[in-house]
């Protein structure tokens, strides 16, 4: 999909909320939590990396923190299958209708479960992809969890 038609995709969503939120295009490629971070000057923290995994046959977005690593355990146990994996690039497209490095967490196919990490719940704006390798939304963790429609859990490596 352009990134135009990515980008368009994630502010039609968001309008359905009514919460002025806007995302950010920028120059430099947010497609890492560590450009996004660098591009805004933030801390790595802030950035809401979405990643997709399967675990059998069953595929969930899990949104985190920037700086924390992902339990591939809890993500076993939250999809109930097999061993977990982080989804191939094609199946990433195929899935949310967005490219790797710009998975936006929402506007997704609704029987893909979304899981957002509490470890983003220590910052007033976190930052995710809005679509593209080169556009962040700020958000705040309340907001967040009314555009997705995503369950809170821990997903963070002890």
Same mark, same amino acid.
């Given at each position: ?6 980008? /368009? !995709? $994630? !502010?039609?969503?968001?309008?359905? &909320? ?6 950010? =295009?920028h ?8 450009? $996004? #971070? =660098? #591009? @805004?000057?933030?801390? @790595?923290? *802030? ?5 997709? &995994? !399967? ?6 977005? &899990?949104? $985190? $923190? ?11 146990n939250?999809?109930?299958?097999? !061993? #977990?994996?982080? #989804?191939?690039?094609?199946? %990433? ?5 967005y *490219?790797?490095?710009? %998975?936006?967490? &929402? /506007? ?8 957002? /990490? *509490?470890?983003? *719940?220590? +910052?007033?704006? %976190? ?8 556009? @962040?939304?700020?958000?705040? +963790? =309340?907001? @967040? ?5 995503? =369950? ?7």
């Amino acid at each position: 999909m352009p990134e135009k038609t990515s980008l /368009d !995709r $994630a !502010r039609k969503h968001l309008e359905k &909320f009514e919460l002025n939120l806007v995302p950010r =295009e920028h120059e430099k490629t947010t497609k890492t939590s560590i450009e $996004a #971070a =660098e #591009a @805004l000057n933030v801390a @790595l923290g *802030q950035i809401a990396k979405s990643i997709l &995994f !399967r675990s059998g046959g069953r595929y969930g977005l &899990f949104v $985190a $923190a920037g700086d924390i690593k992902i339990c591939d355990k809890k993500v076993k146990n939250l999809l109930g299958g097999g !061993r #977990a994996k982080i #989804a191939k690039p094609e199946e %990433v497209e195929e899935i949310t209708g967005y *490219q790797v490095g710009g %998975v936006c967490p &929402f /506007d997704i196919d609704s029987s893909v479960p979304i899981y957002l /990490d *509490q470890s983003m *719940q220590r +910052f007033d704006v %976190v930052y995710t992809s809005a679509g593209t390798p080169h556009s @962040l939304l700020p958000i705040s +963790f =309340e907001q @967040l969890l009314k555009v997705t429609g995503g =369950e809170v859990v821990d997903i963070e490596k002890n």
